[in-house]
């Protein structure tokens, strides 16, 4: 009786070999290329996400110049005004909501504290029935929690304006002495037509999170080495400016102060610039200029 040989479907199935299997330094180097890739690519994608913040926070900026140009137009070329009102309530401290209102000398381009997540500081503000997005105050790049109401909720807003937009309202006299005479409040848009230009004048800023309260944000153009207020960090070492002509730009920082986190709050009179870097003196030049009030109110 002759035996039967196995088919190929047999002969197939059998191994042909000793299985195959990863060894300890194969795994090794694939967990090493994995690490190298995380090393090259990560950064690269923090980058790119700063990037897109920066994008949007340009676009919250636009969307509060729109607000504050609309208003400009329908008040015969006068500026909002930008008072300091260091208050947790919707209305300067020594004011009633009703003193707020448009037309009242308590009014503002945005009111209250900064640290406080009461939205109708935003919402009661002059500008914002032009804006209509209460989102639009706040830059996403900013991480910064209430220290009021809501202690450790996000805050609402990031950006201030510059102090020279109708800055010193009469019947505050004691902020008289916090700027400097001699530069220019602008109170209407005409007056930045013909003193820097609508394109070298900011009106928002990103304001640094350690010192962001009311919406006001000042400098001394008598004091070329010394920050009085401090911009923010974001947008890998940058802050994002809009400017009285509508254009908006992202300043990359290279004073050593800012990328190291300062805050003006470090002292009294707040920091010392570096002096290797020009960032004071970018801001300075787009902040105000030397001359008498513009007149107009």
């Given at each position: 009786?002759?035996?039967?040989?196995?088919?190929?479907?047999?002969?197939?199935?059998?191994?042909?070999?000793?299985?195959?299997?990863?060894?300890?330094?194969?795994?090794?180097?694939?967990?090493?290329?994995?690490?190298?890739?995380?090393?090259?690519?990560?950064?690269?994608?923090?980058?790119?996400?700063?990037?897109?913040?920066?994008?949007?926070?340009?676009?919250?900026?636009?969307?509060?110049?729109?607000?504050?140009?609309?208003?400009?137009?329908?008040?015969?070329?006068?500026?909002?005004?930008?008072?300091?009102?260091?208050?947790?309530?919707?209305?300067?401290?020594?004011?009633?909501?009703?003193?707020?209102?448009?037309?009242?000398?308590?009014?503002?381009?945005?009111?209250?504290?900064?640290?406080?997540?009461?939205?109708?500081?935003?919402?009661?503000?002059?500008i914002y029935a032009y804006v209509g997005n209460w989102q639009a105050y706040k830059c996403p790049a900013d991480k910064k929690t209430c220290t009021v109401g809501q202690v450790g909720s996000p805050t609402l807003r990031s950006y201030a304006a510059n102090s020279q937009m109708?800055?010193?309202?009469?019947?505050?006299?004691?902020?008289?002495?916090?700027?400097?005479?001699?530069?220019?409040?602008?109170?209407?848009?005409?007056?930045?037509?013909?003193?820097?230009?609508?394109?070298?004048?900011?009106?928002?800023?990103?304001?640094?999170?350690?010192?962001?309260?009311?919406?006001?944000?000042?400098?001394?153009?008598?004091?070329p080495t010394q920050w009085v207020n401090c911009p923010a960090c974001y947008h890998v070492n940058a802050c994002s400016f809009s400017f009285a002509d509508g254009h908006g730009e992202i300043k990359k920082w290279t004073d050593k102060g800012i990328l190291a986190g300062l805050?003006?709050?470090?002292?009294?009179?707040?920091?010392?610039?570096?002096?290797?870097?020009?960032?004071?003196?970018?801001?300075?030049?787009?902040?105000?200029?030397?001359?008498?009030?513009?007149?107009?109110?």
């Amino acid at each position: 009786m002759k035996t039967q040989k196995a088919g190929s479907f047999f002969r197939a199935a059998q191994p042909s070999g000793p299985s195959r299997a990863f060894t300890l330094i194969e795994l090794l180097v694939v967990i090493i290329i994995i690490a190298i890739l995380a090393a090259i690519l990560l950064p690269v994608l923090a980058e790119a996400k700063a990037k897109g913040q920066g994008i949007k926070c340009l676009s919250n900026l636009h969307q509060l110049h729109i607000g504050w140009a609309s208003y400009v137009t329908d008040n015969g070329d006068k500026i909002a005004r930008n008072i300091p009102s260091d208050t947790t309530g919707i209305y300067a401290s020594s004011g009633t909501e009703a003193d707020c209102q448009p037309g009242e000398q308590y009014a503002c381009w945005v009111l209250g504290d900064a640290d406080n997540s009461d939205v109708t500081l935003i919402t009661h503000g002059l500008i914002y029935a032009y804006v209509g997005n209460w989102q639009a105050y706040k830059c996403p790049a900013d991480k910064k929690t209430c220290t009021v109401g809501q202690v450790g909720s996000p805050t609402l807003r990031s950006y201030a304006a510059n102090s020279q937009m109708d800055g010193y309202p009469p019947w505050y006299p004691e902020y008289k002495s916090e700027t400097i005479p001699g530069q220019v409040n602008f109170l209407k848009l005409s007056a930045i037509n013909s003193s820097l230009s609508p394109a070298m004048t900011f009106v928002f800023l990103e304001d640094n999170p350690g010192d962001i309260n009311d919406g006001y944000w000042c400098q001394d153009l008598s004091q070329p080495t010394q920050w009085v207020n401090c911009p923010a960090c974001y947008h890998v070492n940058a802050c994002s400016f809009s400017f009285a002509d509508g254009h908006g730009e992202i300043k990359k920082w290279t004073d050593k102060g800012i990328l190291a986190g300062l805050s003006t709050t470090t002292s009294a009179n707040g920091f010392t610039a570096d002096p290797t870097s020009g960032d004071l003196a970018w801001v300075q030049t787009r902040f105000t200029t030397a001359g008498e009030e513009d007149g107009g109110d």
